[in-house]
C-alpha cells in the first residue's frame, strides 16, 4: 500500500501467520469521554509516555513526540486541501442526490484507541498479523495507536450515528521510504441506511437485492467522489477481502498513464451492524489514505515533506485548490551500510523502527541490499544501505557518522544482532 495506503491496509491483510499474542500487565486505564470524542493531544503524549517501561510499550518518543500534529487540520496543507475537497462532496452533491444524507464529520478523535476498537470489533481473528508488535505501536496490553481510522466506526454507530466521515492520524510500524512513514492520515465513510431513507419498498423482504442495491449505492457515491477529486476519470472495481465488509471491493482509476488504487470499501459486515444495534439494516463503508491521493495530485515527491515546516513547502498551496508541488532544493544524499548476523527472531520492521526512531526525518529510506548464508553454520546475514538525506539542508560528515554509530549500537543492544 503506497504512499501510506487506505483504510483496508496491506498490513492487514498479509497473509503470513503469527501466534497469538496474549498480553498481561498492569497500569492500563478506562477509556474516557475526551478520548472517545475529542483529542487531548498534551494529555494523549503524556499518557503514552507514562506507559514506557512495561513489556508491552513499543512507542519510541520519536512517534509519541508527533501526536497531536493533526497535520490534516492545518489549514493551507496538502492534506487539510483534500479532506476539504470530500468534506464537501458529501456536504453539496450527495447531501442533495436521491439516497444522500448529512454526513457527521470528526476530524479531532484521539489516536489512543482500545485493541478491541481496533481488531475485535472489527472481527480480525486473534491471530491476524496486524496485531504483531512488529506491526503495531502498543501503549500497553489494552490500548493502542490506532492503526486506521476504522477503529472508531463501532463505537460512533453505537452512538446512533448513521453516516459520518472520520479522518485522523494512523499509526504503523513499516519499511521506511519515499512513499512509507510511521504516521499518516485517513478518512473513513460510512453510511447505514434506515426505514427513514428511500430504500424501493421490493427491497425489503429480499436480503440479496438489498446487498447489490447498498454496493450500487456505494459505486455510485465513491465515483462522483473521485470525480470530485481527480476530474473526469475512467474507474475500475476489483473484487477484494476486508474482514469487516462483505462483499469488499477496491477502486482504481486511470490517471497519469497508469492504474493507481485510490480506496477500499464494501458493504458493512452483518455481524459488526448487529453488534452496534443495525440488527435490520444494512450499510457501506469505505477508507483512502489523504496522502497517498495528495502525493498524486500535488506531484509531491517524498512523503516526508507533509511533515516539513518549511514555509518554502507550506507556501506552495492554496485553499481549494490543487497545484504542482515545486522542488525548491535537492540536497544530496549520504549512504551508509550496516552488516550483521541476524537471530532467528529477527523482523525487518523491528531494525526500520530502530534507524526511524533514531534519524527521525534525516533517514530517507532503508533497503536491503545483500543476503548471506553461511555454507557450514547456515547463520544469516543482512547488509542494509541507510540513505541519510534532510528535506531541508546539508548534513554533515560528522553528524551522519555519528548518527550511523547510535543505529550500530541500538541494533546491537536492542535486537540481539551480531555486527560483521
Given at each position: 500500500?503506497?504512499?501510506?495506503?487506505h483504510?483496508?491496509?496491506?498490513?492487514?491483510?498479509?497473509?503470513?501467520i503469527?501466534?497469538?499474542?496474549?498480553?498481561?500487565?498492569?497500569?492500563t486505564?478506562?477509556?474516557?469521554?475526551?478520548?472517545?470524542?475529542?483529542?487531548?493531544?498534551?494529555e494523549?503524549k503524556?499518557y503514552?509516555?507514562s506507559q514506557r517501561?512495561?513489556?508491552?510499550?513499543?512507542?519510541?518518543k520519536y512517534?509519541?513526540?508527533?501526536?497531536g500534529r493533526?497535520?490534516?487540520?492545518?489549514?493551507?496543507?496538502?492534506l487539510n486541501i483534500?479532506?476539504?475537497?470530500?468534506?464537501?462532496?458529501?456536504r453539496?452533491?450527495?447531501?442533495?442526490?436521491?439516497?444522500?444524507?448529512k454526513?457527521n464529520?470528526y476530524?479531532?478523535?484521539s489516536?489512543?484507541?482500545?485493541c478491541?476498537?481496533n481488531?475485535?470489533?472489527?472481527?480480525?481473528?486473534?491471530d491476524?498479523p496486524g496485531?504483531s508488535?512488529n506491526?503495531?505501536?502498543?501503549?500497553?496490553?489494552?490500548?493502542?495507536l490506532r492503526?486506521?481510522?476504522?477503529?472508531?466506526?463501532n463505537e460512533?454507530?453505537?452512538s446512533?450515528?448513521?453516516?459520518?466521515?472520520?479522518s485522523?492520524?494512523?499509526?504503523?510500524?513499516?519499511t521506511v521510504?519515499?512513499?512509507?512513514?510511521?504516521?499518516f492520515?485517513?478518512?473513513?465513510g460510512?453510511r447505514?441506511?434506515t426505514?427513514?431513507?428511500?430504500?424501493?419498498?421490493?427491497?425489503?423482504e429480499n436480503e440479496q437485492?438489498?446487498s447489490?442495491w447498498?454496493?450500487?449505492?456505494?459505486k455510485?457515491?465513491?465515483?462522483g467522489?473521485?470525480?470530485?477529486?481527480?476530474?473526469?476519470?475512467?474507474?475500475?472495481?476489483?473484487?477484494?477481502?476486508?474482514?469487516?465488509?462483505?462483499?469488499?471491493?477496491?477502486?482504481?482509476?486511470?490517471f497519469?498513464?497508469?492504474?493507481?488504487e485510490v480506496?477500499?470499501?464494501?458493504?458493512?459486515?452483518?455481524t459488526?451492524?448487529?453488534?452496534?444495534g443495525?440488527?435490520n439494516?444494512?450499510?457501506?463503508?469505505f477508507?483512502?489514505?489523504?496522502?497517498?491521493?495528495a502525493m498524486?495530485?500535488f506531484?509531491?515527491?517524498d512523503?516526508?515533506?507533509?511533515?516539513?515546516?518549511?514555509?518554502?513547502f507550506?507556501?506552495?498551496?492554496?485553499?481549494?485548490?490543487?497545484?504542482?508541488?515545486?522542488?525548491y532544493?535537492?540536497?544530496?544524499?549520504c549512504y551508509?551500510?550496516?552488516?550483521?548476523?541476524?537471530?532467528?527472531?529477527?523482523?525487518?520492521?523491528?531494525?526500520?523502527?530502530?534507524?526511524?526512531?533514531?534519524?527521525?526525518e534525516l533517514?530517507?529510506?532503508v533497503?536491503?541490499?545483500?543476503?548471506?548464508s553461511?555454507p557450514?553454520t547456515?547463520?544469516?546475514?543482512h547488509?542494509y544501505?541507510i540513505?541519510y538525506?534532510?528535506?531541508?539542508?546539508?548534513?554533515t560528515n560528522?553528524?551522519v557518522?555519528d548518527?550511523?554509530?547510535?543505529?550500530r549500537e541500538?541494533?546491537?543492544?536492542?535486537?540481539?544482532v551480531?555486527?560483521?
Amino acid at each position: 500500500a503506497e504512499y501510506g495506503g487506505h483504510m483496508f491496509v496491506h498490513m492487514l491483510i498479509k497473509t503470513r501467520i503469527v501466534r497469538k499474542f496474549n498480553f498481561k500487565f498492569k497500569n492500563t486505564r478506562t477509556l474516557s469521554t475526551h478520548n472517545r470524542f475529542r483529542v487531548q493531544s498534551e494529555e494523549d503524549k503524556q499518557y503514552v509516555e507514562s506507559q514506557r517501561g512495561n513489556s508491552v510499550h513499543n512507542i519510541p518518543k520519536y512517534i509519541t513526540n508527533m501526536i497531536g500534529r493533526n497535520l490534516h487540520n492545518q489549514n493551507l496543507h496538502p492534506l487539510n486541501i483534500i479532506k476539504k475537497k470530500i468534506y464537501n462532496y458529501f456536504r453539496e452533491e450527495y447531501y442533495g442526490s436521491p439516497t444522500g444524507t448529512k454526513m457527521n464529520m470528526y476530524d479531532n478523535l484521539s489516536p489512543i484507541v482500545t485493541c478491541k476498537q481496533n481488531f475485535d470489533d472489527l472481527l480480525f481473528p486473534e491471530d491476524h498479523p496486524g496485531r504483531s508488535p512488529n506491526d503495531t505501536y502498543y501503549i500497553n496490553s489494552k490500548e493502542m495507536l490506532r492503526a486506521h481510522t476504522s477503529a472508531h466506526q463501532n463505537e460512533i454507530m453505537k452512538s446512533g450515528d448513521r453516516a459520518f466521515l472520520v479522518s485522523g492520524d494512523v499509526y504503523r510500524r513499516d519499511t521506511v521510504d519515499v512513499t512509507h512513514f510511521p504516521i499518516f492520515h485517513q478518512m473513513e465513510g460510512v453510511r447505514v441506511f434506515t426505514s427513514d431513507d428511500p430504500i424501493p419498498d421490493s427491497l425489503a423482504e429480499n436480503e440479496q437485492d438489498m446487498s447489490h442495491w447498498v454496493q450500487n449505492d456505494m459505486k455510485k457515491t465513491l465515483e462522483g467522489m473521485t470525480n470530485r477529486i481527480f476530474g473526469p476519470v475512467q474507474i475500475r472495481w476489483v473484487d477484494a477481502y476486508f474482514p469487516f465488509t462483505d462483499p469488499s471491493l477496491e477502486m482504481e482509476i486511470f490517471f497519469n498513464g497508469e492504474w493507481l488504487e485510490v480506496l477500499g470499501c464494501g458493504n458493512i459486515h452483518r455481524t459488526l451492524l448487529k453488534n452496534c444495534g443495525f440488527q435490520n439494516n444494512h450499510g457501506w463503508a469505505f477508507g483512502l489514505g489523504l496522502e497517498r491521493l495528495a502525493m498524486v495530485l500535488f506531484s509531491i515527491p517524498d512523503i516526508r515533506l507533509f511533515w516539513s515546516t518549511d514555509n518554502r513547502f507550506l507556501s506552495q498551496f492554496k485553499s481549494g485548490e490543487i497545484t504542482k508541488f515545486q522542488a525548491y532544493s535537492k540536497y544530496p544524499p549520504c549512504y551508509k551500510d550496516l552488516s550483521f548476523w541476524i537471530p532467528g527472531d529477527f523482523h525487518e520492521n523491528q531494525f526500520y523502527e530502530t534507524v526511524r526512531s533514531l534519524a527521525g526525518e534525516l533517514v530517507e529510506d532503508v533497503k536491503l541490499v545483500d543476503k548471506f548464508s553461511h555454507p557450514k553454520t547456515k547463520r544469516e546475514s543482512h547488509c542494509y544501505r541507510i540513505n541519510y538525506r534532510s528535506m531541508d539542508r546539508n548534513l554533515t560528515n560528522k553528524e551522519v557518522d555519528d548518527l550511523q554509530w547510535k543505529v550500530r549500537e541500538a541494533v546491537t543492544r536492542e535486537l540481539g544482532v551480531e555486527l560483521r
